[in-house]
Structure formats: structure tokens, C-alpha cells
């Protein structure tokens, strides 16, 4: 079979850190082995350093981020339990639906697309909810919120928090802004393939979780035995771990963080910064609210009279390059370019304007 | 880090074909890159072939085998729904538990650890069960059970079966014995590591469906339209693929199909029956009963006096081989051996025949 290298600008999954791809393709050890567990105990101590946090159960899911937003309510909702959800894109909009499956009484707080979320307005949408619920880097939107704002006005609530497309690439602090549940994927900043969901959850929460939840295989309270070492918990055998991939992720954080956390969150706000000054000299216009935007996901208004997806064709086509399209009413509309993990770079932002100068004819 | 190469002889990881690491670390793929989406079709087709199934839902979902069993339940289980499920060890034991979350009323038909599923005793459990659930070869025990038979006798109920431990191993028909629903690993006898779990659910059983599961991540209504094409539904974004896991499983499943099918069973078969030859003569006793044995998965009695763990710990440690324990009642009584994927083959009998006779002395 023919294989196609591509470079990935689109919003994840992104290209990996070379260190990465080797973990994959290290000899494969079981999941009891020794020396896995090892491994196993030092990806959770190194996920605690990119979340910032010292939760105990800090720990990578055997699934992808979508499987972390899904642990992060079956494990904290009981039927009738109210949910306030912030909503200011798809991943708001999905958390709903997550949420409104495991029987919560939702209360949606509607943002404008392209906006971050209001903390106020979050805070004040319910005098008592078990649970409070936001996005941190809007996929769909390319827009950062203020966690550290929710994580103060939070009261009583469990703040859950999606940093799928944060974590690894812009400043999060998941004790210092009061995170009690973050979940999070591999495929973006982390710059390690998709397949694994980095959860973290705090004391707090854990004790307030559901007994019993609904999902055996996402159930924390005994997925704490599976990573065992690292939580404090007896390690006990719940599900074979996806052994390859937690090789990988273990190969991507140590990357970084040889890197240095400050290091790897400048070099994407400095790729980011340069993209987006580039887009604007070309005369495009960003999408997301000045000020919120992020830097390692980049949304780009589609000019009047340009076809969307046939600019996306040809670059794939000539330039092995993938950027995204935008999402739900901003499908045909927006570009989302993604410059995350090893891609936050010079030359991938060099590389991304001049083939879209070239397409566009600019 | 210093790499580790380990002979994998356990119950599952196996040591994976070379085809499945080159899969993993060829260069990542966006999941809805037209490359990934030719590569996910094609790996939907090729496990029809493995299943032995026209289903044209089949597919690999994205988490562990365990997230399989899962998504079989949280489909098919409405509060109060009758599950007949057959326990012959641990597996069977976790689906009464999954099941049961899901609001099941289980009814549980016990057997002996060793033995295989009894057809009749099954089926006269109960008048009408919503779902009848077994386990084809359990990793627990070893043993093989006649689903064709269970298939007979299913009546108006939904055939639920774990494949586990049996795809790409052993003869596996599932239209023609009337499975409605089979879940599987890829880090068995496809060869392939851990992280997905190779799905298929009948026309009849998706008819009859939960129509909004609690689950959105393993929601197959919402995964039909995940991956497109090959399911006949039309394409639409639900979560990442995992797209080097998928890659991985393509280039296994190409490489089993090449060699064919039936071949890769006889292969499987005859290096069961020399290790389970060559254990007796070493004077070793098989656990599992006689006529049931699984050729991929060997179950052998620890000789009285015999520490079990230490001679688990000894093969590591010299050998860099990997066996495993017993599970549950016979975690220091029995040992698993596993010939899967790969290993099902002359040398991996040689080696680990030979290795147990040093340690053991014999």
C-alpha cells in the first residue's frame, strides 16, 4: 500500500513528535509487565504536570476525548441532578447531549459562536447546580474562555472542564483555577496520536462521585485499581490497557516536558501570533472574538466568492497539506487551521500561508 | 529509556505481526482524510471477513474489547429486559455486571470453571430473555463453547457473544450461527495491539436497538454515520478515529486475509496441540476439560508445591517471557499460556516449552 504523508494544520489530529511515533513502534509489552507498569506510573505523573495539578487520580482513559466528556458525567450525574452547561460551540453543545443521556436536568447558558464563555452569567444560571460544565479551547471556534473565573464562582458545584484542545498548548491549571474533572485528548497539543483521553479528577469530586455509574469501563472508582502505582489505589485488573498507545503518549510528554511546559506554551502562542498576523496581511478575516483567540487553533472567515471545500481539496492535493473546515452553521464559512505539538512552528506557519497565498491567488 | 523485547505468552497482549507496527508508525492520517476514510472502509470490509458476517455494521470501536461488551449491553438493555447469560468464568461473570448496570434483570446459568457452556441448560433458562449473552472462548479458563448451538436455540432472543480471545484465532462463523451481536480485541490472535474493539451487530438486532442509549461515545446509532461508507450510512463527524490504531488494524487484518483465513486457524490449532502435547509430556495436567481446549490459550495446572509466581517471575526475568496467571479461584493454581497471532507458530512452542522445562527442572 501507497502511504501519504501530510502535514496536519486542520484541528486534530495533528502530526506527532517523532518521539511519539517511536514509543508506538517499541516492542510491545503486556499490560501486567513490569516494566509497563513503570511506564503506566510515570505517564500519570508526567499527565499531573501538564494538567498542573496534584490529583492522585490523574490518569489517561483507554478511549478518546469523547470518552472523556462521557467518564467526566456518568461518573458525577444521578437522574435529575442539575447540569449547567456554558455552550459557545459543538463541544458546549455536545457536553448537553452527554450530559441530558446520563438523566442530568441541563440548563444551557447560550453564547454567540465565536465568543467566549461568560463566567457571571455561567454562575448565575442556577442557585445550586451539582455540576458546572465549560469548555475551555472551543474547538469548533477557535476561542479560549476564562476557567480560572468559573473555577471562582463555582460555589458548591463540580467545575468539569473540557481541555481537549488546551492541554499542552496554552497555560492551564487545573488546581490553581479549582478544575474538580478535566478530560482532555492526545491528538492535539500533546502531539501524540488520537486514542487516549488524559482525565484528571480532584479529592473532592471523587468523593462526591456516583456510586455505581451506569458505565463499568468508565467507572473512576475502579479504574483508580487499573492504574494502581500512581493513584494510591491497589492495583487491581479491570481492562487490558492499550499498551502501544500509552508508550506513545509516555514518549510525547516526556518530549515536552524536557521542553519545559513555559517553553512549549510560548513556541504555540508564538505560532499562533504569526499565523494569524499572516492570514490578516493576505486580507482575511478572523472569526474568533480578538482577544480570546487561541494559538494553536486558528479560524479564518472563507472570503466572499471562494469555494471552502475546493480550496481545502487542493491544498490536500498539491500540498499533502490538511487545514478544517468550520463546523454546523459555519461549515462552508470558516477555516479552522491547527498549529499544535510539533506544528507550532516557523516553518509549518511559513509552509501554511504561502501554499494558502498560492491557492487563494493572493 | 532502555527498550525491553518480551516474548508475549500471556493471555493477551500477544507480540503483534510486523505489518500491524509499521501500521502504527506510518505516517498519521487525519481522520477524515479521503486516504483514512479508503483505509476505515477497507477495515470495516476485512472484519466482516474475520467475523464471518454480511453485517454491514461492522466495525472497530474506538476503546478496548471491554468497551465492546459494553456497547453490546447499553444497546440492547432497557430497565427490567431479561439477560440470560451464561458464566463459565470471568468473562461471562463481567457481562452479569455490565449488564446489570444497564438496568438489566439477570438471570445468571452457572457453571464449573473449565467447563464449556451448556446450549440447553442456557436456553431453558428463561421463556423470553430479551438477550442471550456467552462467552466463545474464555480468556479465563481456556475453554471453547459451542455457540452454533446457543445460535439453535436462541428463539426470539438477541444472541449476544464475546469474541475476544477467539476472532483471527479459531473458527468463528457469525451469520451462519446466528450471532446478533460480537465484540472483540485486536490485541489477541489478530495480532494487532490493544485499543479497539472489532464490533458487529445484525440487521435484527439493530432493528430492535435502544433508540438513545445512555452512551453517547458508544452509541451505534450515532456510529453507523462514523464510519460511512462501508456501514451504508451516510458520513458524519462523531468522534476522532484513532487513526494509527486503525492503520494498525488494517495492516494486520490484510496480512491474516493474505495468508487466509482457514490457514491462520490450522496454524493456530497445531501450535496449541503441540504445546498442550508437549506440557502433558512434561507431566504437566491441563485445566481445561478435554475436548474444549482453545488451541490459542492454554490453561495448565501448577504442580503441587510449585510457586507459581516465581517461576512466572523467573521467565520474565531469564527469558524475557511472558506467561500468565490464573484469574479468580485459580490465581495461584493455574497458569495461562497464549500461542496467538504471531506466535501461533513452531518456534514460540519450542521456546517456551523448553524454558518452562529449565525452570521447572523437568
Known amino acids: 500500500m501507497t502511504l501519504t504523508t501530510r502535514r496536519l494544520f486542520g484541528p486534530g489530529p495533528t502530526n506527532v513528535y517523532p518521539e511519539a511515533t517511536a514509543g508506538l513502534a ?12 513503570r511506564l503506566m506510573d510515570e ?21 478518546t476525548g469523547s470518552a472523556g466528556m462521557e467518564a467526566a458525567f456518568v461518573n458525577t450525574v444521578e ?36 465568543e467566549p464563555v461568560d463566567p457571571e452569567r455561567v454562575a448565575a444560571a442556577h442557585p445550586s447546580p451539582k455540576v458546572i460544565a465549560a469548555v475551555h479551547a472551543e474547538t469548533s471556534t477557535g476561542v479560549r474562555s476564562d476557567i480560572a473565573a468559573l473555577g471562582e464562582l463555582k460555589g458548591e458545584a463540580l467545575l468539569v472542564v473540557d481541555a481537549v484542545t488546551s492541554i499542552g498548548g496554552i497555560e492551564l491549571r487545573a488546581d490553581e483555577w479549582g478544575v474538580d474533572i478535566g478530560y482532555a485528548g492526545t491528538q492535539k497539543c500533546l502531539g501524540v496520536p488520537p486514542g487516549l483521553a488524559p482525565f484528571t479528577i480532584s479529592e473532592r469530586a471523587f468523593a462526591r462521585r456516583v456510586e455505581t455509574p451506569r ?13 494502581g502505582g500512581a493513584t494510591g489505589a491497589q492495583r487491581t485488573y479491570h481492562h487490558t490497557a492499550p499498551t502501544a498507545m500509552v508508550a506513545s503518549l509516555h514518549a510525547g510528554l516526556r518530549r515536552i516536558l524536557d521542553e519545559g511546559l513555559p517553553a512549549v506554551w510560548e513556541r504555540h502562542a508564538r505560532a499562533g501570533r504569526r499565523l494569524q498576523e499572516g ?17 494553536e487553533l486558528t479560524t479564518v472567515r472563507v472570503p466572499d466568492g471562494v469555494d471552502s471545500t475546493a480550496v481545502r481539496a487542493e491544498l490536500l492535493e498539491r500540498y499533502d497539506i490538511e487545514i478544517g473546515a468550520g463546523v454546523g452553521p459555519y461549515a462552508g464559512s470558516v477555516w479552522r487551521i491547527g498549529l499544535m ?10 509552509l501554511v500561508l504561502g501554499a494558502l497565498r498560492d491557492v487563494l491567488g493572493r
Chains 1, 2 share one sequence.
Open 26 to 37: 517499541a516492542p510491545l509489552l503486556g499490560h501486567l509487565d513490569p516494566a509497563f507498569i
Open 43 to 63: 505517564t500519570c505523573v508526567m499527565l499531573r504536570e501538564v494538567w498542573q495539578t496534584q490529583n492522585p487520580r490523574t490518569l489517561p482513559l483507554s478511549a
Open 79 to 114: 437522574e435529575g441532578d442539575v447540569v449547567v452547561v456554558a455552550v459557545n460551540g459543538l463541544f458546549g453543545e455536545r457536553m448537553c447531549e452527554v450530559a441530558r443521556r446520563n438523566g442530568a436536568e441541563v440548563v444551557r447558558v447560550e453564547h454567540e459562536w465565536g
Open 215 to 227: 458505565s463499568w469501563y468508565l467507572d473512576l472508582g475502579l479504574l483508580g485499581g487499573y492504574v
Open 279 to 295: 492570514l490578516q496581511e493576505l486580507g482575511l478575516e478572523l472569526f474568533a472574538a480578538e482577544g480570546y483567540r487561541l494559538p
Open 341 to 350: 505539538g510539533p506544528n507550532a512552528d516557523d516553518s509549518s506557519v511559513t
